[in-house]
């Protein structure tokens, strides 16, 4: 029996593509390992969105390597987005790699790694990145069992200033609205709770299909399709946002009241030198809809600061913002330059101590946003998915509302009650923190 330790790294729509080798690998007589000296197959899907991801990604393979060159019968593989990106580069300083494939390669691992193996020399497979999964793909879920992510885009059109995801991952390219039901109807007869839809941009859903396939008679045609109850969206383009989704999330308790909306910046100025199709004025607009059509709906987002150009009036406009719509969950990140990026070439560089600044003051505001909007929880009663015994104390359960989402939010500790991983029972929250709650099973029949 072959043996296979796997590394994912990066996003939810990364772990998919991970998800899709360790079905490949299982077929071909791979079994999973948790330690990497007991396995024949070293394999690391990388990120390479921004420097921290590339350097993560470099530390890991290095870490393995020391496996192989105590063992140079192991094979050592890197796939994925840093591969995409740097695959030459890579080749030429990391020797003890066996094989490299991006993002248009992984779905054959099996069959590349059988090249090499035959061949018994180094292999850089790179081709443009055309590849878009299908229900057929298979998948063996890395998740809880009772949750899971449905990719239903690949690759991006929006072009940022500060991305590079298009030049990784290609064009935008949907999967249609039947092959994605398909697939969710498999994950929900696999005992799925929560789906959790992921792409790029959600809102740029159908783009490039003909007819009216879209976001909106996508989720229709889950609600109507399947059974599961918990569907939840993530990563959504401000102008995407329609009255007719709200409206649909409104009328259906089943897609959860949360939306993930990167808004990068609220200065108009920045904006605009990040290639984003709205201004501060948009922003206030969205959320004016949002709140009035969707009150109790929980607004997670990220914001950048540091960008070219930005000064300190629009970081202090960008503090006013968060204090006037008090969102639930915010990322903050500091910008830095990404090589082939048009935002690198622009003027205006904010200095490192200057950013980290910014950076500060502008997370100690949300902080304190994040602990006042975390109190209007306490002593209400809301469904939790429960997801085991808590990291902190075996003591403890640990599950997630609806407006928290897997690995991204924080939790709800459970201190009264018991229930089995997968279950959605009733909690009455006690206590509030400024990312974690805290409450006790209230209904002993679990949903």
Known sequence: MKKLHLVSLG??????????????????????????????????????????AVEEAVDEILRLGEYKREDPDKLLVVTGCLVQRYGADLKEELPEVDLFTGTNGFQEIDLLIRQIEKGGNALLDLRPSRYLMDSSSGRRLSTPHFRSYLKITEGCDNRCSYCMIPSIRGNLRSRTVADLVDEAQQLGRSGVRELTLIAQDLTAYGNDLPGDDNLVRLLQELLGHTDIEWLRLLYLYPTGI??????????????????????????DVVLKRMNRRYGRDDLHGLLTRIRKLLPRCAIRTTLMVGFPGEEEKDVEEMIRFLQHWNLDHVGIFRYADEDGSAAANLAG??????????????????????????????????????????????LLLEGRTRYQAPDIDGCVYITAGTANPGDIVQVRITEAHPYDLVGEIVDAEKG
């Open 349 to 394: 560089k904010v200095d490192e101590e200057t950013a980290n600044q910014r950076y500060n003051r502008v997370m100690a505001v949300q902080a304190e946003i994040s602990s006042l909007r975390q109190q209007r929880f306490v002593n209400t009663v809301e469904p939790v998915l429960v997801e085991g015994l808590s990291k902190e104390s075996e």
């Open 242 to 267: 329609s009255d007719d989704l709200l409206q649909l999330m409104a009328g259906n308790s089943r897609i959860v009241p949360y939306l993930d909306i990167p808004f990068q910046h609220t200065g």
């Open 11 to 52: 996003c939810p729509k990364n772990l998919v593509d991970s998800e899709i080798m360790l079905n490949r690998l299982e077929h071909d007589g791979y079994t999973v390992v948790a330690d990497p000296a007991d396995a024949d197959l070293l394999l690391v899907n990388t990120c390479g969105f921004i420097a921290p």
